[in-house]
């Protein structure tokens, strides 16, 4: 009896809401549960949009972590990755290939700097930068050289595996792992003021330490609150390094396809990469997908009659039908020149904004390349702290996804966004500026 009275019961209750559900299981990334409170449920998303479960939207101004350059939903990449599904969703990528991966290949190299010849597969940044690590050690190994150790940028970020974790410089994510990674040096990131300082320290580590390869996120570190550097510094390093056989890693996960101005970062530094790594934006947000390119100096290193010499690295959807598919259509996109205006267009808006908000007092600094916007606060914040978590909280209540960094509030939005939507995120930023320095006061 009384179990029936409980049945009923509940049949007269309210649905709990996706947010009350997800607190049950889930365990969310970047993310400490006791103190963030309940997680926002998105329910839908299309172009630069977001709307939650209560219907509310926000406009996305930071394309899901840079991934939905085209916005959400694209139609052109729904119907690719739609018309894949019906003829080939998955199969095994060693021992087998198919059109898709190789119609992918030859769109991305048609665009990626001209010594890149080689392609490997994987499905998200982290795995991309794994692996252009391993090529660098397996590189020297392979020809009998012992070179252990990675040479890196300060304050640099390149995912969340061990690798990727010991050449990262952020130690907010690292500190419990630290004693097992792998050896790395750094120098600081170049700027023009310090470059002198920066090319002798490299060329002292050059000298005493056995380095096997240099990895770094060309013109702009995204994690370290879009820190924009010198390039003909950065040329100048990539240069001493290929002199020394140390193997360059362009890390593009963040920089690549589009959002600094030209298809790559690495198109606007002389010296190219020996090899570089590639995800987020490369299938535009639709389906997870990473991929790490190589010169074929590099591959030939591995290819030999000796199998221990091969790079024995796999993942189960390596070179997934689908998200190859996804990646071509994006591709395409990119290079068409709705898209190609609309990245001017937004580098001059960002440009226009800058030069409105740089003598704000509380603005210490502004800067801003291709569609990546960033200006720093004269204000100290941790970098997941309470000031930090108001500001976020601020631009949801505005309507408006930006997910400031410590005291850096950065914008990079989806190429589609239109003038207005990107001047509702100006005002927003402009506001809170208004109303920290009320507060102040």
Request: charged share 20%.
């Amino acid at each position: 009896m009384n179990s029936t009275l409980e049945h009923i019961s509940k049949l007269f209750q309210p649905n709990p809401s996706i947010s009350a559900r997800d607190a049950k299981h889930i365990w969310h990334p970047l993310t400490q549960h006791k103190t963030s409170g309940k997680m926002l449920a998105i329910k839908k998303a299309k172009g630069v949009w977001l709307t939650d479960e209560s219907g509310k939207s926000y406009i996305d101004g930071i394309a899901s972590w840079y991934t939905s350059m085209f916005g959400h939903c694209h139609p052109e990449i729904i119907e690719a990755v739609h018309h894949q599904m019906q003829t080939l969703d998955q199969i095994v990528f060693s021992g087998f290939t198919h059109e898709p991966a190789v119609n992918l290949a030859e769109a991305l190299l048609d665009i990626l700097p001209s010594n890149q010849q080689k392609l490997f597969f994987n499905d998200n940044g982290s795995t991309a930068t794994e692996i252009g690590i391993k090529m660098a050690l397996q590189y020297h190994h392979n020809q009998g050289q012992k070179r252990q150790v990675m040479l890196a940028l300060e304050e640099g970020f390149h995912g969340d595996t061990f690798g990727a974790m010991s050449v990262s410089g952020l130690s907010v994510y690292n500190g419990a792992f630290e004693d097992h990674f792998i050896e790395v040096v750094r120098i600081p990131r170049p700027e023009g003021h310090n470059n002198a300082a920066v090319l002798a320290q490299l060329d002292q580590l050059i000298a005493t330490e056995a380095i096997a390869g240099f990895i770094y996120e060309p013109i702009v570190q995204g994690a370290a609150a879009m820190k924009i550097y010198d390039v003909k510094a950065l040329d100048e390093i990539l240069k001493r390094c290929k002199k020394a056989n140390i193997i360059c890693i362009a890390d593009e996960v963040m920089t690549g396809f589009g959002k600094t101005g030209t298809f790559f970062a690495s198109d606007q530094v002389k010296t190219k990469p020996d090899i570089m790594c590639f995800s987020k934006a490369l299938s535009a947000g639709m389906v997870p997908m990473g991929l790490t390119s190589c010169t074929k100096k590099i591959y030939k290193a591995f290819y030999d009659n000796d199998i221990a010499k091969g790079l024995f690295h796999g993942h189960t959807y390596t070179g997934n039908p689908l998200a190859c598919a996804a990646a071509i259509a994006s591709i395409k996109l990119l290079k068409s020149d709705a898209i190609q205006k609309q990245i001017v267009e937004i580098a001059e808006q960002h440009k226009a904004f800058a030069c409105q908000i740089e003598q704000h007092p509380l603005v210490k600094s502004v800067r801003h390349l291709g569609v990546i916007f960033a200006l720093d606060l004269n204000i100290e914040m941790s970098r997941y702290g309470k000031e930090r978590n108001w500001l976020f909280q601020f631009f949801m209540e505005q309507g408006v996804f930006l997910r400031p960094l410590g005291q850096t509030i950065y914008c990079l939005p989806p190429f589609v966004i239109n003038n207005n939507e990107l001047a509702k995120i100006y005002a927003s930023i402009s506001k809170a500026l208004k109303l920290i320095q009320e507060k102040r006061n």
